[in-house]
């Protein structure tokens, strides 16, 4: 499955050559590092924030079943916008964690749901998407 991940073009690349760390972002469901299965929703969301428009994106190619033996919290939209909602409303979006390895969950942060993120958080799965079984490319 190809996953991906808009940022600015030096952390793309410093993602790419497998520098990921779980514990320095943030978003709608806690801390982690975010990925999505819609290259568009990540190339649009690195231009609105960094400006950049190429080179902006890395895409992982990650293994089913690899994802599938992993630890996995799989929730809905309606869970997703409550859980979400709480977080905010207790500041929570840098260190909210769901002690899973991977959260897999609709984009919940607009007035629709326009996709499915991922949000990779221990430590298991970071040593994962730092390795070379899991191929990484800037898009």
């Known amino acids: 499955m190809q996953i991906y991940h808009g940022t600015s073009q030096q952390t793309a690349q410093d ?44 895409e992982f190619d990650v293994d089913d079943t690899a994802v599938l033996n992993m630890n996995l919290t ?4 309606p869970q997703a916008t409550l859980i979400r909602s709480n977080i905010r409303r207790s500041s929570a979006t840098r260190t909210y964690r769901f002690s899973c390895d991977m959260v897999w969950a609709p984009i919940v942060g ?6 499915t993120q991922h949000k990779w958080e221990s430590r298991s799965t970071e040593r994962y998407l730092n390795g070379s079984t899991c191929p990484k490319a800037i898009v």
């Open 74 to 77: 799989i929730i809905d939209g």
């Open 15 to 58: 993602l790419a050559s497998g520098n990921v760390d779980v514990t320095l972002g943030g978003g709608e469901l806690g801390q982690g590092f975010y990925t999505g299965e819609e290259l568009h929703n990540a190339k649009t969301w690195a231009f609105n924030r960094f400006g950049d428009r190429t080179a902006n994106v890395v």
């Open 110 to 115: 607009s007035d629709r749901i326009n996709g």
